[in-house]
């Protein structure tokens, strides 16, 4: 059988190069969509030295024709997407009545809208071709809350009840969707927020101490949830939203 064809957004780097990398060790061929061609080529170029498939897509999932024509190019290129991840995200720490629309708009354009853009694109092929997998990286934030996210996580929350709700409405098509929730993680995207806060160190300090395990995520902490979620094991596992998060969020 072919290998499935795999499109993960935020391919360019963090959490979203693991899963690309990841990916490709369980032999999908990845599409590695970024805003960021630069390092999604660099992505791609590590899949390609350990004999994987890769295709670099430059694509703005804020922006619907450029999700449209990279799924397109993907279809053209590899074939239609059967597995898609959506890793990309942005934050900056804030406290909610210091922001602005500006800022709620772009936070809602990013975390949550560009998971419908590209949803919206793949789904059709998925379900006429009887088989697909969604995986959504949500977080911890936006199931428990996390102060001075307050969009971000509600943002991230209707990640989560998209999820759920998708995953009811293709249930007998052979298309599963599911969530993963990291919580504190070691990316350029925790560090970039962390410098809007007033002190730094002081923030990443206390997000450590609140982790159980005592220590934040890495992005190689992630992908091996990704991968089960995307994998032909999990046929019967839809709807489901899993922390991984050094047991910061333990639901029950």
Not at 14 to 23: D, S
Not at 32 to 41: F, K, L, Q, S
């Amino acid at each position: 059988m072919t290998s499935r064809v795999a499109l993960v957004t935020g391919g360019a780097g963090g959490i979203g190069r693991e899963v690309c990398v990841a990916l490709a060790a369980d032999d999908r061929r990845v599409a590695v969509a970024d805003i960021n061609t630069e390092g999604a080529e660099e992505t791609a170029e590590m899949i390609r030295a350990q004999g994987g498939e890769a295709l670099v897509v430059t694509m703005d999932i804020t922006d619907s024709d450029s999700v449209i024509q990279g799924c397109l190019m993907v279809a053209d290129e590899m074939g239609p997407v059967e597995i898609l991840v959506n890793v990309a995200g942005w934050d900056r720490f804030a406290k909610f009545l210091d922001t602005d629309e500006e800022l709620w708009d772009l936070l809602i354009e990013i975390n949550y809208k560009g998971v419908l853009r590209t949803t919206h694109a793949c789904l059709p092929a998925m379900v006429a071709g009887g088989w697909g997998r969604i995986v959504n990286i949500a977080s911890d934030a936006g199931r428990v809350g996390s102060s001075l996210e307050a969009v971000y996580s509600g943002a991230k929350g209707a990640v989560i009840a998209f999820s759920k709700t998708i995953a009811r409405e293709v249930a007998r098509s052979g298309v599963t969707v599911n969530s993963v929730c990291p919580g504190p993680t070691d990316t350029a995207l925790l560090a970039s927020a962390a410098d809007s806060a007033a002190n730094p160190e002081r923030m990443l300090g206390a997000l450590e101490g609140a982790v159980p395990m005592k220590r934040l995520g890495q992005p190689s902490d992630i992908a091996p949830a990704v991968v089960y979620f995307a994998s032909e094991g999990s046929a019967f596992t839809t709807g489901q939203t899993v922390s991984v998060s050094g047991g910061l969020t333990m639901a029950g």
